[in-house]
Protein backbone atom coordinates (compact mmCIF):
# COMPACT_ATOMS: atom_id res chain seq x y z
CA UNK A 1 0.00 0.00 0.00
CA UNK A 2 1.13 3.52 -0.67
CA UNK A 3 -0.37 7.28 -1.56
CA UNK A 4 0.71 10.26 -3.44
CA UNK A 5 0.70 13.60 -2.62
CA UNK A 6 2.59 16.63 -3.53
CA UNK A 7 6.16 17.79 -2.93
CA UNK A 8 8.19 21.24 -3.92
CA UNK A 9 10.14 19.42 -5.83
CA UNK A 10 10.96 15.66 -8.09
CA UNK A 11 12.06 13.11 -5.44
CA UNK A 12 14.78 10.27 -5.84
CA UNK A 13 12.94 6.94 -6.94
CA UNK A 14 14.50 4.74 -3.67
CA UNK A 15 14.64 7.45 -1.31
CA UNK A 16 13.42 7.03 1.96
CA UNK A 17 11.64 9.62 4.22
CA UNK A 18 10.05 10.25 7.28
CA UNK A 19 6.30 11.54 6.77
CA UNK A 20 3.69 12.53 9.32
CA UNK A 21 0.11 12.90 8.02
CA UNK A 22 -2.56 15.01 10.18
CA UNK A 23 -6.14 13.35 10.05
CA UNK A 24 -9.18 15.36 10.98
CA UNK A 25 -10.31 14.06 14.41
CA UNK A 26 -6.68 12.90 15.66
CA UNK A 27 -4.72 15.05 18.26
CA UNK A 28 -1.23 14.17 17.11
CA UNK A 29 0.27 13.64 13.59
CA UNK A 30 0.15 10.06 12.24
CA UNK A 31 3.82 9.01 12.14
CA UNK A 32 5.29 6.51 9.13
CA UNK A 33 8.20 5.66 7.10
CA UNK A 34 7.98 5.86 3.34
CA UNK A 35 9.79 4.61 0.04
CA UNK A 36 9.29 7.13 -3.08
CA UNK A 37 8.34 4.89 -6.14
CA UNK A 38 8.19 8.09 -8.57
CA UNK A 39 8.08 11.65 -8.71
CA UNK A 40 7.51 13.56 -11.63
CA UNK A 41 7.39 17.31 -12.63
CA UNK A 42 3.24 19.29 -12.27
CA UNK A 43 2.46 20.64 -15.55
CA UNK A 44 0.78 23.82 -14.43
CA UNK A 45 -1.29 25.48 -17.31
CA UNK A 46 -1.57 28.47 -16.20
CA UNK A 47 2.40 29.05 -15.01
CA UNK A 48 1.50 30.71 -11.95
CA UNK A 49 3.31 30.30 -9.22
CA UNK A 50 2.71 27.45 -6.71
CA UNK A 51 4.27 26.10 -3.52
CA UNK A 52 3.76 22.02 -5.24
CA UNK A 53 6.22 21.34 -7.91
CA UNK A 54 5.77 17.30 -7.99
CA UNK A 55 3.35 14.66 -7.33
CA UNK A 56 5.00 11.87 -5.91
CA UNK A 57 4.00 8.40 -5.12
CA UNK A 58 5.32 6.19 -2.68
CA UNK A 59 4.97 3.09 -0.42
CA UNK A 60 4.47 2.73 3.05
CA UNK A 61 7.30 1.49 4.74
CA UNK A 62 7.27 1.34 8.97
CA UNK A 63 3.98 2.22 10.21
CA UNK A 64 1.70 0.62 12.55
CA UNK A 65 -1.11 -1.26 10.95
CA UNK A 66 -4.05 0.75 12.83
CA UNK A 67 -2.30 3.97 11.60
CA UNK A 68 -2.49 2.11 8.04
CA UNK A 69 -5.87 1.72 7.93
CA UNK A 70 -7.06 5.23 9.17
CA UNK A 71 -4.67 6.81 6.23
CA UNK A 72 -6.31 4.36 3.56
CA UNK A 73 -9.96 4.83 4.91
CA UNK A 74 -9.30 8.16 5.19
CA UNK A 75 -8.11 8.43 1.18
CA UNK A 76 -11.11 6.13 0.04
CA UNK A 77 -13.28 9.18 1.52
CA UNK A 78 -11.61 11.82 0.22
CA UNK A 79 -10.00 10.32 -3.28
CA UNK A 80 -10.21 13.29 -5.78
CA UNK A 81 -10.62 11.61 -8.78
CA UNK A 82 -7.80 10.57 -11.70
CA UNK A 83 -5.94 13.61 -13.59
CA UNK A 84 -3.77 13.58 -16.51
CA UNK A 85 -0.41 15.16 -15.66
CA UNK A 86 -0.24 17.87 -17.69
CA UNK A 87 -3.43 18.88 -18.32
Same mark, same amino acid.
Given at each position: ?11 ? @?? +? ?11 ? /?? &?? *? ?7 ? @?? +? ?11 ? /?? &?? *? ?27
Amino acid at each position: NGMCFLTNKPLA @PG +ARLAAEIKLPGLR /TP &VA *FHVEVVWSR @PV +ANPHQRATPHQAE /TG &VR *FGRIDSKDRTLIMLYARLHTLPPRSVGR
